[in-house]
């Protein structure tokens, strides 16, 4: 099956919202998600709406990507969002170089296996290496060390382990790895999108 792959726009909150939810419900979703379904069930559609225009189509702080099927039914998502360098972020250290934070990432079962995946990422990545001002340096992305699945789909992507890692939260002793992609010395993104 061919899957489109796209920017999300601001007024898709509805979409945005179910295939959250639908993440959620997902069994790995307590290694993958600092979130949970009900918290996110009960948010009312001011935060939805809210949450899917920071990172619409023609912001320039974040960029939602999804997967459509033939039929119009969103199967994944991935977001990029800015994190400028020297300022602090959500997670991790201060950047020492302006970068992206992927987050969110998720296919649906039906859809897994076939490379869906690897085309959500590289479509944030694409953004990210787009952007003019400021020029992104580097990619990065969390995975629970626990989290065999999606360390080997980031690692088939091009990420590679950055040696930095987090303490999860209520774990103790366990860690979230810190995955990364440096732009390249000569980058497509310095002339057009990559066209991965």
């Known amino acids: 099956m061919t899957y489109r792959i796209r920017p999300v726009r601001a007024e898709e909150w509805r979409e945005v919202r179910e295939l959250r939810l639908a993440a959620l419900r997902d069994p790995v979703a307590p290694l993958a998600f600092l979130d949970s379904y009900e918290a996110a069930a009960a948010r009312p559609e001011s935060y939805w709406r809210e949450r899917t225009g920071r990172a619409a189509e023609g912001s320039r702080t974040g960029r939602q990507v999804v997967a459509v099927a033939p039929d119009g039914r969103w199967v994944g998502s991935v977001t990029a969002l800015l994190e400028r360098r020297g300022e602090e972020v959500l997670f991790g250290e201060v950047p020492e170089v302006d970068q992206t934070h992927l ?79 440096r732009r390249p010395a000569v980058c497509a993104g310095d002339e057009g999108p990559l066209g991965w």
């Not at 959500?120 to 001002?133: C, K, P, Q, T």
């Not at 088939?156 to 990364?180: D, H, Q």
């Open 103 to 181: 987050v969110g990432v998720y296919l649906r079962p039906e859809a897994r296996g076939g490379g869906v995946a690897r085309k959500l990422l590289w479509a944030a990545v694409d953004w990210s290496w787009s952007l003019r001002e400021p020029v992104v340096r580097r990619v990065r992305l969390y995975v629970h060390e626990r989290n065999a699945r999606a360390a080997a789909l980031y690692r088939k992507a091009a990420f590679v382990p950055s040696g930095r890692t987090l303490p999860v939260a209520g774990e103790p002793g366990v860690v979230e790895e810190e995955y990364e992609m």
